[in-house]
């Protein structure tokens, strides 16, 4: 009986070990959009789910934008390259986030795909409504995540 009661404390003391565990897999997000967006719809929409964010976003050319998030004194970067009918979020680099042989700290997981969320969000909301880039066109920095 005390055999069992030492197993199970144990199995509850490695459970409560890996909740706490702060890193996992980078997260590689890749999604597709639904029919019916131009690439500049789905241009506007990363830029705007970024600014809801709170990150910066920069068109690094054409179909690829950059966003860097900063919070407190730690900072990610990322590419997003995209189409009409897709776009992915790719890690790049980051600072003080315990990156290292493929993992990362758990927030930054958590940022991406609510930042994939809001793109989602808006692409479903825009689906029948005309570009607004076409007015912004040109070298673009927004706020992001």
Known sequence: MKKIVKWCAAAVFVGALAGCARTAPIAQ???????GH?????????????QKR????????PGVIKGRLQAR???????????????SINYESSMNL???DGKIHKNYNRWVNNLDHDIQLICTSRRDRPSASS???????????
Do not use: C, W
């Open 38 to 50: 131009t690439a500049d719809q789905v241009n506007t929409a990363i830029l705007k789910a970024g």
């Open 29 to 35: 997000v890749h999604s597709t959009v639904s029919a």
């Open 73 to 87: 004194d730690h900072s990610v970067d990322v590419r997003i390259p995209y189409s009409a009918t897709s776009y």
């Open 135 to 145: 007015a912004l066109r040109g070298r673009r920095t927004v706020i992001f995540f």
């Open 98 to 100: 315990k990156a290292a």
């Open 54 to 61: 709170d990150g910066i976003m920069t068109e690094a050319g």
